[in-house]
């Protein structure tokens, strides 16, 4: 019955081509290019199209394997299962035990210690106290401190494992020595695939960097008689997650199967070639003004690991970026991941988005792009070559400088910073400038601005008025006042918006700049009335145009000083009138 009843109502949605499909989005584009208009290009260089169909799928690797399956694009596990794993960062060993527990009590089902270098056994014993059956991360990790983790793992039965942040390419001879002594559930070494990320790289440099790095400790291990099994046993790979959510999906989707190719073609064994992946939310694009938004962001971006298949997934509270997380910002981070795990039960479905014809589109093209960039590495003689030659730095600075552009630009949007700011907020006194001021990030210029305002108000200074001041066309006056507001907010400046009948009224409004809000057309009688009532009045008052009109040279030879639209450069712009406005 239940066939014969989906049978009908299929029936009343016939198949519709590839061919009808685009025909009626040219129709309703009435005679746009569709190239143009509905496709995304992105910072990887993929073209992404408004819809695809299975069609799509047909010359794709791997769509049809199941999670847990080799090799592994669909997950290294059966089950959508996760680790929720909290950072620690105290300096102090007994202080970061107590709040370890702390987190435990509180849900969290791993714990990274970030803030403490161990130096002594009796120092390791009072930070481990209590977590044999936790599985613990030492994020500052140097030779001594896996020596005892080695001989304390040795002496003292876990349930849980052990892993370390050692860079798995600073020693390989230690690695080598290392790893013919190391107990089963210790993982030594890590690839830092999110220190790229945080440095610029796109989601193909990250993962062809990471595979790379990873490849040529697995080639240096065998040139020194390692097994490949041992030696992929004992990495861990970290990714970091940024907003752009399908991206970041396909990319933990990709990884895992180049990895495994590559563990297979050292003569690996399927089971060692399931990639151990740890991700954590990205430094990058965290903002100190507006500093909830931090809290959506974060949440997309674990849900965004999660469904990729990572191991484990750390939410770095909202407020790190510019000071020390207390409990209560802890505590939402790690609900974040209670809530997607319990009540949205995003680990019930393992790959739920597998067989997406975007996504598999994408994780195609990751998987392409990022192994080029590890055959170019290659070419190069292998990672550590490649890295102390420069080329690894060279692609992260263009990238980031890429990054920070769009950015700077507006063209890549950060909420509540350079879009929608809020220019009433006021940051300084609650914010550690030093902390603001240690991570890359890309708020950072536009934050600079807000601060040099900011600062200028604390000390007395006088904050600017800006009036914007709506006449004519009713369209377009509205239009332009909401996107010179928007744009002005950005460094901090208040605007007041008032419509205006006569060019009178606005000369006899108080205001430190006047931006005229109207049609182009109307601009240069506008500007005709409005300049010799200024001038009559005694008032120098500069005058702003919210547009990009043709007569432009017109309108500044008649005094008008500036103009104000969407091809103005945000940060040299408002730079340039801090500085006109004595800011």
């Known amino acids: ?83 929720i794993r909290e950072e620690i960062d105290a300096a102090n060993a007994e202080e970061a035990n107590r709040m370890a527990c702390a987190a435990v009590a509180a849900g969290a089902e791993g714990i990274a210690f970030s803030g403490i270098s161990v130096g002594s056994a009796g120092e390791l014993e009072t930070l481990l106290r209590g977590f044999d059956e936790i599985p613990v991360h030492l994020v500052r990790a140097s030779e001594l401190l896996i020596r005892m983790l080695i001989e304390r793992r040795n002496e003292t039965p876990y349930t849980a494992g052990i892993s370390t942040g050692c860079d798995a390419l600073t020693s390989v001879e230690f690695a080598t020595e290392t790893i013919w002594t190391v107990p089963a559930g210790l993982v030594p070494f890590t690839i830092h695939g999110a220190a790229f990320a945080e440095a610029g790289a796109t989601a193909v440099e990250e993962g062809g960097f990471a595979l790379a790095a990873g490849v040529d400790f697995l080639a240096a291990l065998a040139e020194r008689g390692v097994d490949v099994n041992h030696a992929a046993a004992a990495l861990e790979f970290s990714f970091a997650v940024g907003s752009n959510y399908f991206f970041e999906i396909a990319k933990f989707r990709a990884f895992r199967m180049l990895w495994a190719r590559a563990v297979e073609s050292f003569g690996g064994t399927h089971e060692a070639a399931r990639a151990r992946i740890v991700a954590h939310t990205s430094k990058w694009n965290k903002t100190v003004y507006d500093p909830h938004v931090n809290i959506l962001r974060t949440t997309t971006e674990a849900m965004a690991a999660v469904l ?50 975007a996504l598999e589109t994408i994780t195609d093209f990751l998987a392409r792009e990022s192994w080029r960039v590890f055959q170019n590495i290659e070419a190069r003689g292998g990672f550590r070559k490649a890295q102390s030659e ?54 950072r210029t536009y934050e600079e601005l807000r601060l040099r305002t ?60 006047i931006v005229l809000c109207s049609a182009d057309a109307e601009y240069a009688v506008l500007a005709g009335d409005l300049m010799p009532k200024l001038k009559a009045l005694g008032r120098e008052t500069r005058v702003m145009v919210a547009g990009n009109p043709e007569n432009a040279e017109e309108l500044r030879a008649m005094g008008i000083a500036d103009f104000v639209h969407v091809r103005s450069h945000p940060v040299e712009f408002l730079t340039g009138w801090q500085e006109k406005l004595l800011v």
Not at 46 to 70: H, I, K, N, S
Not at 405 to 433: H, K, M, Y
Not at 477 to 495: D, E, I, W, Y
């Open 308 to 357: 990729g298949g990572a191991d484990a997934v750390t939410v770095t509270p909202f407020d790190a970026c510019y000071q020390a997380p207390d409990e209560a910002s802890r505590r939402l981070a790690r609900n974040t991941q209670l809530l997607l795990k319990h009540e949205a039960w995003l680990g019930s479905v393992a790959d739920a988005g597998g067989g997406s014809y």
């Open 454 to 513: 900011e600062r200028h108000a604390a000390k007395g200074g006088k904050t600017p008025r800006i009036l914007l001041a709506e006449i004519g066309d009713v369209k377009m006056r509205a239009a332009r006042a909401n996107f010179a507001a928007n744009f002005f907010a950005c460094a901090g400046f208040t605007t007041q918006v008032r419509r205006f009948k006569k060019a009178e009224e606005i000369a006899e409004a108080d205001a430190d700049l």
């Open 1 to 83: 019955m239940t066939n014969l009843a989906t049978e009908r109502l299929l029936e009343e949605f016939p198949p519709v081509s590839t061919t009808e499909w685009q025909s009626a989005i040219v129709r309703d584009l009435k005679g746009a290019d569709p190239e143009k208009r509905l496709t995304w290009r992105t910072d990887e260089g993929l073209g992404l199209r408004p819809f695809y169909r299975a069609e799509d799928l047909t010359e794709l690797a791997c769509v049809d394997t199941l999670p847990g399956v080799f090799p592994y694009q669909r997950g290294a596990r059966a089950t959508g299962e996760w680790q």
């Open 390 to 443: 420069g080329m690894i730095a060279q692609a992260l600075e263009r990238s980031l400088a890429a990054r920070e552009q769009a950015v700077a630009s507006r063209r890549r949007v950060l909420v509540g910073t350079n879009q929608f700011a809020n220019p009433a907020e006021r940051v300084l006194g609650r914010i550690d400038e030093q902390r603001a001021k240690a991570d890359l990030r890309g708020a």
